[in-house]
């Protein structure tokens, strides 16, 4: 299974708009778009998204051909779930170091 990873992360903090604030009034970015608790920032070329969430973390995206062979893949390396809400949505994994990833599905970015 090849995987990709992408320009997307996001950051995801018990104070989202603490976070916000502190990227727009120190950092400079701008806010491009509000999409449920997340806040898209202009951070080119990273998208960035801060997101309102119970406990501090970053994480990143992995693109993917095909999002549940991926998935299947990854927990038979040892990764584990943290949240699956299936195509289009967030699908994240925590490798086994900790690290948590969205599974993004996208066959496109494997075309050459």
């Known amino acids: 299974m090849p995987f ?3 320009r997307c992360i996001s950051l ?3 104070a989202r708009d603490q976070v916000v ?3 727009k009034d120190v950092l400079g970015f701008e806010t491009i ?5 997340a806040s898209e ?3 080119d070329p990273i998208r960035m998204f801060v997101d309102q969430a119970e406990s501090r973390e970053l994480v990143l995206e992995l693109l993917v051909p095909d999002l549940e062979a991926a998935r299947e893949e990854l927990l038979a390396a040892g990764c584990r779930v943290v949240k699956w809400e299936g195509r ?3 699908c994240y994994i925590c490798d086994p170091f900790g690290t948590t990833y969205n599974l993004w599905e ?5 075309e050459e």
């Open 4 to 6: 990709k990873l992408s």
């Open 33 to 37: 778009d509000e999409i449920g608790t």
């Open 106 to 110: 996208d066959p496109k970015a494997f």
């Open 41 to 43: 920032l202009n951070t």
């Open 12 to 14: 995801r903090h018990p």
């Open 21 to 23: 604030n502190f990227y």
């Open 88 to 90: 289009g949505k967030d």
